[in-house]
């Protein structure tokens, strides 16, 4: 393995997931890690009317980058403590399709992501990222309850 996919939103399932990488860069130390986190403002914004998206846009706009920052942020904490450097990625979309689109371009062999980072009832309904990741993905997925 040379390259693996670290997709997070900064959930506790996520965090799991980023320290089940470190450990495994830890026993192949050459490994490149890439921590992806997906702002998925424009898959909230389909609900809405169009009439209503420009205001709520403006207004959820700071929201969302405030969340990716941190997603970003506490999952680096984790590759941080460890000493181990990574790349970063931030990319809108689709989650799922966004995670499994970059593992297929750039040649990931390892997608690790945790379970459930949503914790809602639309995640029940609408199928995890996580799930999603997994039935699309062409590389290998682990995923990190």
């Known amino acids: 393995m040379k390259k693996l996919l670290l997709s997070s ?45 420009p205001v709520i846009l403006e207004e959820v706009e700071v929201f969302f980058d405030e969340k990716v920052q941190d997603a970003m942020e506490r999952t680096m904490a984790v590759f941080d403590k460890n000493k181990i450097k990574v790349d970063r ?13 970059l593992a297929h371009d750039e040649g990931f062999d390892l997608i690790v992501i945790g379970s459930r980072g949503m914790g809602s009832l639309k995640g029940i309904v609408l199928g995890s990222v996580s799930s999603k990741v997994l039935q699309l993905a062409n590389c290998p997925v682990t995923i990190v309850k």
């Open 9 to 53: 939103d900064g959930s506790e399932n996520a965090l799991r997931a980023a320290g089940f990488a470190a450990e495994l860069v830890a026993l192949a130390p050459d490994v490149k890690v890439t921590v992806l986190v997906v702002n998925d403002i424009l898959e909230k914004m389909k609900y809405y009317s169009p009439l209503q998206t």
């Open 89 to 101: 990625v931030v990319k809108v979309g689709n989650p799922a399709q966004v995670i499994v689109d």
